[in-house]
């Protein structure tokens, strides 16, 4: 069965600072991999995507994932957060179920950023 | 443009009560799911509806419902609502169901059972 493994439940990062959230996943075939973002009393905004192609992915607010099948691994990086970038980050791999198209999450990694 | 809405945002029942959400998606998008999540987890899929027809439904008992109307706009019925029940309810669209297309999500339905 699809999963998708964050292993980092809280991280605490210096304002300015590089940033690196984990993500593994478990998927038979070429993965459709996703990075959502989810601020207090919001709903879940998409960073960046991956189908297919070039294996690093870049995305908004100056995020960047790559993609690494040897590893299983879609690891969402950015090279200076700001105070902003507070809020929960989703990992998440698409799949097909029934004739559906779902999203299966992970449990998610809670930034803090240190001023 | 508007996004995705939901109403309403908060909502307390208690328990064996009968719950209904309402979704309106993006001007154009004809497919919705519907995602439930428990605090401090990630979202679970519950359903995803394609020109008015069911096309999947994620492991939740027949207590949970949906429909979506010729206007793609949809709604989550909960019946016999339990404790467990309580979560945050999101809705999400896409102009087609297939995975190639983004799924844009709404701020969601908070629901405490009481």
């Given at each position: 069965a699809q999963s998708v493994t964050q292993p980092d439940i809280h991280i605490t990062v210096s304002e300015g600072a590089s940033l690196e959230l984990r993500c593994n996943y478990s998927y038979g075939a070429t993965p459709y991999l996703f990075w959502y973002v989810q601020s207090p009393g919001q709903g879940l905004q998409l960073l960046l995507k991956y189908?297919?192609?070039?294996t690093l992915v870049q995305g908004i607010k100056g995020f960047e994932a790559e993609f690494k099948r040897s590893q299983s691994s879609f690891n969402l990086r950015k090279p200076s957060v700001h105070w902003s970038d507070a809020a929960e980050y989703f990992c998440a791999v698409g799949s097909l179920y029934s004739s559906a198209s779902k999203i299966i999450f992970g449990s998610g990694t809670r930034l803090s950023i240190r001023p | 443009d508007a996004g995705v809405t939901q109403s309403p945002t908060h909502l307390i029942k208690t328990r064996g009560q009968h719950v209904t959400l309402r979704c309106s998606p993006i001007s154009g998008h004809k497919s919705v799911s519907w995602y439930q999540q428990v605090l401090g987890q990630g979202p679970q899929f519950i359903f995803q509806y394609y020109e008015k027809e069911e096309r999947g439904r994620g492991n939740?008992?027949?207590r949970f419902s949906a429909r979506q109307f010729p206007n793609y706009s949809s709604e989550l019925n909960v019946n016999?609502?339990?404790?467990?029940?309580s979560a945050l309810y999101l809705c999400a669209s896409s102009?087609?169901?297939?995975?190639q297309e983004t799924q844009y999500f709404g701020p969601g339905t908070r629901l405490l059972v009481l």
């Open positions: 189908f297919s192609g070039d | 939740f008992p027949d016999a609502l339990l404790l467990g029940d102009l087609a169901p297939e995975l």
